[in-house]
């Protein structure tokens, strides 16, 4: 017995497994809290940034969270494409 669901028909989502925390682990080693700060512009990354005021901000701010995320997955590209 199948459920239906074949591997094609879920798209893929490329944040699967990837926690927030290294998501701002990574983006702070990459480009640092300055160009993080540039491209999301939250106090949190422009005003005595650190990790875990960054997470509960983002926790709590659906909208902030997602430009984080999608910064990330630019830099992700970005990264794959030096390479």
């Given amino acids: ?3 239906g669901h074949t591997k094609q ?3 893929a989502d490329p944040l699967h497994g990837v926690t927030l925390e290294t998501i701002l682990k990574e983006l702070v080693s990459q480009i ?5 700060g540039k ?3 939250i ?3 422009t005003h005595d940034p650190n990790i875990k005021s960054s997470l509960t901000f983002l926790r709590r701010t659906p ?3 997602t430009k984080v995320e999608e ?3 630019r830099q992700k590209a970005v990264s794959c494409e030096k390479h």
Wanted: with cysteine.
């Fill in 1 to 3: 017995m199948t459920t």
């Fill in 9 to 11: 028909e879920q798209p």
């Fill in 32 to 36: 640092g809290w300055q160009e993080m």
């Fill in 39 to 41: 491209a999301v512009d």
């Fill in 43 to 45: 106090r949190c990354f």
């Fill in 63 to 65: 909208w902030a969270r």
């Fill in 71 to 73: 910064l990330y997955l």
